[in-house]
């Protein structure tokens, strides 16, 4: 079984950063792609950033430019750097590993963007 852990939430001014890690623990042999979504309260989850087990990256055009998604294969994290946070940047992020085609996702840790 596999389990995913996001942490490093956080109430940040509009133009601060905070990084967020994600920890998997369990079989993760087969990860195709880890990935950062977030969920804006009356809104829609969505995409934020993608890395594949090539390191290919993909990033929301709302986010290019100030998040940046990395993994560190041997501590078994996913990190997302965000910087000049914006108010509409406001929600709550998950973590997403696809394993072997199944989904595995964390419990989410929010995110609060305002002065």
């Known amino acids: 079984q596999v389990q995913v852990e996001e942490s490093g939430g956080g109430l940040v001014q509009p133009g601060g950063s905070l990084q967020l890690s994600c920890v998997a623990s369990?079989?993760?042999?087969?990860?195709?792609?880890m990935a950062w979504y977030r969920q804006a309260p009356g809104k829609q989850r969505e995409l934020v950033a993608a890395?594949?087990?090539?390191?290919?990256?993909s990033y929301a055009d709302s986010v290019k430019g100030r998040f940046t998604i990395s993994k560190d294969n041997a501590r078994r994290t996913l990190y997302l750097q965000m910087n000049s946070l914006k108010p509409e940047d406001t929600a709550v992020y998950y973590c997403?590993?696809?394993?072997?085609?199944?989904?595995?996702w964390g419990s989410g840790t929010q995110v609060t963007v305002s002065s």
């Open positions: 369990g079989d993760t042999f087969g990860i195709v792609l």
């Open positions: 997403n590993h696809r394993i072997q085609n199944k989904d595995y």
């Open positions: 890395i594949s087990s090539g390191r290919s990256t």
